[in-house]
Each structure stands twice: as C-alpha cells, then as structure tokens.
C-alpha cells in the first residue's frame, strides 16, 4: 500500500505568486488534514477535510489560503501572493475515520521556499 | 495556541540508556497520541492511549496517561542511535476532530 503521496517535495516562489500543493492520501482514507511546520517547531493545525466537504478550516488564515477535497483526485493546498512569512514545511496527513479511533497517516511534506 | 508542552525541550542520552519525555496538555481530551518525526520527514504513529487508559505498551515504549495532571510521559527503554528524532505528543478532543500537536522533543542518541 503506498502511503499517503505529497508533491512536490520541495517548491521554491517568489514573493507574489502562487504555490499549489498536493496529497493524496492513503487508499481508503477519506479523510485530510493539513498542518504547517516552522523549523524547529511543532505542527500547526491548518484544516481538515472529508471528500468534497471542509469540516474545519479554524487554522487556515483567512486571506490567500485555500484548501480542496475533490472528489476524483488529489487534496489541494493554495497559496496566492505568498509571502516570506509564508516559508515553512506542509504536512498532509489522511485517516480512515475520527480522530478519536484512528491515528493520523503523514506524508514526507512539501517545503515551500518563498524568495 | 498549542495544546501540548514537551519537556525536555532536547534530550541527549547515550545508547542502551532509557529517555523519558513529557507532555502537558490543557483541556479535556478524548485520547493523546504520540509520534515520532525524522529529519526532514513527516510523523509516524507511535502509540494512542485512550483518556480512560492509564498505561500502554508497544515494544520499547510505555506511555502512561494521568489525566487529573493533564500530562503523559514517553518512556523509550534501551535506546538506539537509530531512536534518535523528534517526538510530539498530540491530543483529540471530544467536540473536535484534529489532532493539536505538542511542540515537541528532540531526542539525540549517542552511540
């Protein structure tokens, strides 16, 4: 089974454009999350997302980012206009269910260079 | 803000010694999570203990939960080099499905 996919592994943008990031999940995961990593520091929850539904986006700032769950594909994260502030690792994570059964699943990450 | 404090915030230990890490959390929790992140790497599962466990094993491992001090611990017995990560605890809650991660410990084991 392969886990759960992220790409591209690394992303390099200049201040003012866009960075798409991707995940897919585990098979038969129907369940994303997103979570962002500053060197050195612990994860920080961004959203969470079920097929073609946002269940809870209470991390995500409210201006330039976005995050998908279609129903055919991969799970998308979108930033427009990044910023420097915007440099970090983002991590996908996929479960078959809740959090309260089943552990979460982690890609390797994509980190995002804003120059 | 974060739920989870790791302390210590690094640990160095020599091979076949035991390290101990713990977490503190804030509010009511359905389970707490462990796992473990490699450089440059995502995070693996370790081991769940549910709000009504009090200790758990998984090989090396013993993860005890004491939830009237909002606090676990990590206990990894005879380390190797190869246990040398990051370690971050993380907690569910009731009326929540996310994980809110712990800012971690970063264990280095010597050979």
């Known amino acids: 089974n392969a886990g759960v996919m992220q790409n591209p592994r690394h992303l390099v943008r200049r201040r003012g454009q866009e960075a798409r990031l991707r995940c897919s999940p585990m098979?038969?995961?129907?369940?994303v999350y997103w979570y962002r990593q500053l060197p050195e520091e612990g994860l920080k929850f961004m959203v969470y997302l079920q097929k073609e539904n946002i269940i809870d986006e209470s991390g995500m700032p409210k201006e330039r980012f976005s995050a998908e769950f279609p129903k055919e594909g991969p799970s998308i994260l979108r930033i427009q206009q990044v910023v420097r502030g915007d440099s970090a690792a983002y991590f996908c994570?996929?479960?078959?269910?809740?959090?309260?059964?089943?552990?979460?699943?982690f890609g390797n990450g994509t980190r995002l260079t804003v120059t | 803000s974060q739920q989870g404090e790791e302390d210590p915030q690094a640990l160095s230990i020599q091979e076949g010694e035991n390290a101990t890490m713990n977490c503190s959390y804030k509010t009511s929790i359905n389970n707490l999570q462990w796992y473990r992140q490699n450089s440059g790497r995502g995070l693996v599962h370790l081991i769940l203990i549910r709000s009504n466990e009090r200790e758990k094993h998984s090989g090396r491992l013993r993860v005890t939960l004491d939830t009237s001090k909002k606090s676990s611990s990590l206990l990894i017995t005879a380390s190797r080099a190869a246990d040398t990560a990051s370690y971050f605890c993380?907690?569910?809650?009731?009326?929540?499905?996310?994980?809110?991660f712990g800012t971690g410990t970063r264990l280095q084991v010597f050979p």
């Open positions: 993380a907690t569910s809650g009731y009326n929540t499905d996310k994980l809110i």
């Open positions: 098979k038969g995961h129907s369940h």
């Open positions: 994570a996929s479960s078959p269910g809740r959090t309260d059964n089943s552990p979460l699943h």
